[in-house]
């Protein structure tokens, strides 16, 4: 309220009815539903409404069941997916991920320092499982499509691609640079996806099981708590390091100072470290189940190298003067 001298007290409010109507529910008879579509009578309105609520509550878990349907065609199927394939879909992943870094900020020039064999063969590594899962369950689809002669109708092809447009629109991106084509592939093997997933899972015998997000999980809190715990004290041993490093600096310089002699490693230990200790290691891509697209992206970033962990600036014991340099450069 604006006047807050109003607020609480008692008001009266003269106000015109314009118009008043009164909802009645119709009779349900053979001729009541011949109304609503020739032909159709009062039991078999019953059934289409009965199937669209159960289609509509059906939407709440299609993404879980196509994602069930999905891992078990790729674990029953049998093919041999060629290096080469998987190495195409790679880069491509790659590339897109490079881009997204792009779009969020990142200077051209340390994208170039991240683009390197051995970031793409851990990058491959680690996304080799889905991309061969993805290509198993693409082989399977489109099999079963053809055994079965699933056809997509072109009308629905016609309403999606609309419907794409319309949103673009609205989002107030332009259509005029759109593949027609290319798009229209796209919907179809989509919509032809979704058909084969409803067969299957008309044809199996499915079980909904549903899962009570709301309920505590202490297991998951105790292991979000010492994960938690763990980045806060690699936090503190980063920044005791940075600590360090300037100690020795300056050291270095003071000696530099008082006696021009330099130091040299000796090249037999340097190698033999460097055996000891290999740059480049197997990362297991099994540790990024379960994890969603984001947390994924961002764990293969850490693990490549490609993002450096600072302390937490919203942390009481950060210490802005240790990142000083930093934020200079």
Avoid at 147 to 173: C, M, T
Avoid at 233 to 253: C, M, N, Y
Avoid at 284 to 296: N, P, V
Wanted: avoid cysteine; glycine fraction near 2%; charge should be negative.
């Amino acid at each position: 309220m604006k006047n807050k001298e109003l607020a609480g007290k008692e008001a009266i409010f003269d106000v015109e009815i314009l118009s008043a109507s009164r909802r009645s529910l119709p009779e349900l008879t053979d001729e009541f539903a011949n109304q609503v579509r020739e032909g159709l009578t009062v039991d078999l309105l019953k059934e289409e409404l009965r199937k669209a609520v159960d289609s509509q509550d059906a939407q709440e878990y299609m993404g879980a069941r196509n994602a069930a349907l999905g891992k078990a065609l790729s674990e029953i199927i049998d093919v041999e997916v060629p290096d080469t394939l998987v190495t195409n879909q790679a880069r491509e992943k790659y590339a897109l991920m490079m881009t997204d870094m792009r779009d969020n900020g990142m200077a051209d020039e340390d994208i170039k320092k991240m683009i390197n064999p051995e970031n793409f063969i851990k990058y491959k590594d680690i996304e080799k499982p889905d991309i061969v899962r993805d290509f198993k369950i693409s082989m399977a689809v489109d099999e079963i499509a053809r055994l079965e002669n699933i056809q997509v109708p072109a009308y629905q092809v016609e309403e999606q691609i609309q419907s794409l447009k319309d949103q673009a629109a609205k989002d107030g991106q332009s259509t005029d640079d759109m593949d027609n084509e290319q798009m229209r592939r796209k919907v179809e093997s989509t919509l032809e996806r979704r058909m084969v997933y409803d067969l299957l899972a008309d044809e199996a015998d499915l079980e909904v099981e549903y899962v009570n997000e709301d309920e505590f999980d202490e297991a998951l809190m105790e292991k979000l708590a010492q994960e938690s715990l763990q980045r806060e004290q690699e936090a503190e041993q980063a920044s005791e390091g940075k600590q360090q490093d300037d100690v020795v600096a300056t050291a270095a310089v003071v000696e530099e100072e008082v006696s021009e002699t330099v130091t040299v490693q000796d090249s037999a230990v340097s190698t033999e470290e460097s055996e000891a200790n290999p740059s480049s290691e197997e990362i297991d891509a099994s540790k990024y189940d379960g994890m969603d697209q984001e947390e994924k992206a961002f764990n293969i970033l850490k693990d490549l190298g490609m993002v450096e962990l600072h302390a937490d600036p919203d942390s009481p014991d950060f210490d802005p003067s240790l990142y000083a340099d930093e934020e200079e450069e």
